[in-house]
């Protein structure tokens, strides 16, 4: 390993966390910080649930379902299965072992601790060594609109995601409370850090788990004018999407399912631009939108995989790996 460097990633859920456990094995605790989407929180059952948060901590902290990608290894279902004797609200899963984080998040937010705090003491305590910072310590609500028989109806994400099944044709996005939210001191600490070597933009759903990073205040405004290498890495892969609803809701936002859509979103930010290479027939109008372009294996099955994309992304940019 040579020098010292310094690594931020910006990451959602079951994508982000993949890569982001291949760059905390090839480099220190010292030289990386993932921010994390925190859009897709919301209050059920009485408990805040943080669903990308922990995605990334179990991920890290080893104890993942990997069969999932979310929610942890071995997981029981008791505390459901009762649940749903009682009548209550059981189309949010929550595993007990999965439960136990809930719980105790919402105790301490009770009491007072911010969810920077919470975050990382819990992280920490399953055994996450590199910091986990939420995007925002504030509330900030991914809010889809969808075709209703009338009009258009406002939907939470986790509703239109989990409980309708993405099943309404959807017409837009909204985060609610991002105008008012602030970055996490920490994110932006570290985003204008002037040691700060490389920004990472982690294989996430673009439209629902990196834009509400990139929709808090200044965020988009630091990142268009930094000097610092920003990387943004494709989540797609084979002209689809490896899990979840991306597919889905990019043809109904009318945007093509290819790694050319996904770099004109980033076009604005990112100064380099990493695809799969059984997409590598695209790099040519990739190279019109974002001139550096580097292909790789983007899919992410084995931790083999995962360290050998957090190598090449670090080497694209020419950091010692």
């Not at 105790?104 to 919470?118: D, F, I, S």
């Amino acid at each position: 390993m040579g020098s010292k460097r310094k690594v931020l990633a910006l990451c959602g859920g079951v994508g982000g966390a993949k890569l982001a456990l291949g760059l905390s094995h090839v480099l220190g605790d010292d030289e990386l910080c993932i921010v994390v989407n925190t859009g897709d929180d919301f209050t059920h059952l009485g408990l805040r649930i943080c669903p990308d948060i922990d995605t990334v901590t179990y991920t890290l902290a080893g104890c993942v379902n990997t069969e999932t990608g979310w929610g942890r290894a071995e997981e029981t279902g008791t505390f459901m299965a009762s649940l749903k004797t009682l009548g209550g609200e059981d189309w949010f899963y929550l595993g007990d072992k999965d439960l136990a984080m809930h719980v105790e998040r919402t105790r301490r937010l009770a009491a007072g601790e911010n969810l920077g705090t919470v975050t990382q003491a819990l992280s920490r305590k399953l055994g996450v060594s590199v910091p986990l910072i939420p995007m925002t310590d504030d509330t900030v609500e991914t809010q889809v609109e969808v075709e209703g028989d009338v009009e258009s109806l406002i939907l939470p994400f986790q509703d239109y995601f989990v409980r309708q099944r993405c099943e309404p044709k959807l017409k837009a996005i909204h985060f609610v409370g991002q105008e008012h939210a602030q970055p996490h001191p920490q994110f932006l600490a570290n985003l204008l850090d002037p040691d700060l070597d490389l920004i990472i933009i982690c294989p996430s759903n673009p439209f629902l788990s990196v834009d509400p990073i990139l929709a808090l205040p200044g965020i988009r405004g630091i990142l268009q004018k930094t000097a610092v290498p920003v990387v943004a890495i494709s989540p797609i892969i084979g002209g689809a999407a490896v899990k979840g609803p991306t597919a889905k809701i990019m043809g109904e936002l009318g945007l093509k399912m290819n790694s050319i859509t996904v770099a004109d979103y980033y076009q604005d930010i990112a100064s380099g631009f990493i695809l799969d290479r059984r997409d590598a027939v695209e790099i040519e109008a990739i190279r019109e939108i974002i001139p550096r372009v580097g292909v790789a294996q983007t899919l992410m099955q084995t931790i083999e995989d995962k360290i050998e994309l957090a190598r090449e992304t670090l080497d694209f940019v020419g950091l010692d790996v």
